[in-house]
């Protein structure tokens, strides 16, 4: 069974910072893109950042210059450091990947999502 498994959420303060990690496991061939989308409460779901095979990257106007995504080492693993957070960056991220290759064809996955909250 292939899945996504994140970590790394939870409480911080204004103008502090977080690590989200995010793993593909399961018999996986290739992957297209992962990323991370967020919903705050009473808001739709919204792109924050991507990053595809050929290591190009994608960001949210919201988020330029404050998060950084990155590949791991690790094969399908992807890190979204989160710098200077701001109060309206608190939502829960959900890791998604696309174009997801196994042996029984295509998928798209989700995680099942991580709480951030940034509060003083």
């Known amino acids: 069974q292939v899945q996504l498994e994140e970590s790394g959420g939870g409480l911080v303060q204004p103008g502090g910072s977080l690590r989200l990690s995010c793993a593909a496991s399961g018999n996986i061939f290739d992957i297209d893109a992962m990323g991370w989308f967020r919903q705050a409460p009473g808001k739709e779901r919204e792109l924050v950042a991507d990053f595809h095979r050929d290591a190009s990257t994608n960001y949210a106007d919201s988020v330029k210059g404050r998060f950084t995504i990155s590949n791991g080492d690790a094969r399908h693993t992807v890190y979204l450091q989160m710098n200077s957070l701001k109060l309206e960056d608190t939502a829960v991220y959900y890791c998604?990947?696309?174009?997801?290759?196994?042996?029984?064809?295509?998928?798209?996955?989700w995680g099942q999502g991580t709480l951030v909250t940034v509060s003083s």
């Open positions: 998604h990947a696309r174009g997801v290759v196994t042996a029984t064809g295509h998928a798209e996955l």
